[in-house]
Nanobody, 119 residues
Framework: QVQLQESGPGLVKPSQTLSLTCTVSGGSITTNNHYYNWIRQPPGKGLEWMGAIGYSGSTYYSPSLKSRTSISRDTSKNHFTLQLRSVTPEARAMYYC???????????WGQGTQGTVPS
């Protein structure tokens, strides 16, 4: 069974880059037709899809975040990384990565990691 684990520095200063990694075990990130999503949930708000990376390395981004977001991967480490540039306190949220079969909502998710940006 696949497991996903988010990691990264919990605290980032405004204007800096938030960099989070999702390490996958129990499955390869290059498996055909598997896609990996990043979502976030600010305190008291709903879920926001941020972007995804596919099994071939193709990337997809939310239009509202596209100019500040990058997703990359390291197949040798079986992990992928989200970078959110020029953060503001609005980036304060729980960040989750998940796996999906096909370009769809993930059926398996990590436990999440807190991203904090002081005001």
């Amino acid at each position: 069974q696949v497991q996903l684990q988010e990691s990264g520095p919990g605290l980032v200063k405004p204007s800096q880059t938030l960099s989070l990694t999702c390490t996958v075990s129990g499955g390869s990130i290059t498996t055909n037709n598997h896609y990996y999503n990043w979502i976030r949930q600010p305190p008291g708000k709903g879920l926001e899809w941020m972007g995804a990376i596919g099994y071939s390395g193709s990337t997809y981004y939310s239009p509202s975040l596209k100019s500040r977001t990058s997703i990359s991967r390291d197949t040798s480490k079986n992990h992928f990384t989200l970078q959110l540039r020029s953060v503001t306190p609005e980036a304060r949220a729980m960040y989750y990565c998940g796996r999906a079969v096909g370009r769809s909502w993930s059926s398996e998710w990590g436990q999440g990691t807190q991203g904090t940006v002081p005001s």
